[in-house]
């Protein structure tokens, strides 16, 4: 039996299993399918289609727990996505939220 030399090899060999078995432990919360809501259209800056999508999904996620993590590459729009999701999830409510930014967002005082 040949085993992989590197990582990239492994997961090449086993990317169908590994697939699986984190769709099976962590399923999708949002699809394509499912309607956006209209808070969406009310944000002074559209997210694009593929952060629209991880909105919509850390929003489900909030309706089902007190917290969501949004992890991504940096320039993937992060904080957009979470400050969309709070104001969506809110669905025009006032509320409370911390969010955690790195300094670089935050203007010098």
Known sequence: MNYPNTISEYLRANAVELSDKV????????????????EIGQL???????????????????????????????????SLIGFASLWTHARGRKFTSLVMVPPSLIDSV
């Open 23 to 38: 769709m099976a432990q962590f399923p999708p919360l949002y699809s394509p399918d499912d309607p956006i809501w209209p």
């Open 44 to 78: 002074k800056r559209k997210p694009f289609p593929a952060q629209t999508l991880a909105v919509m999904g850390t929003v489900k996620r909030l309706d089902e727990a007190r917290a969501a993590a949004i992890v991504a590459e940096c320039g993937t729009g992060k």
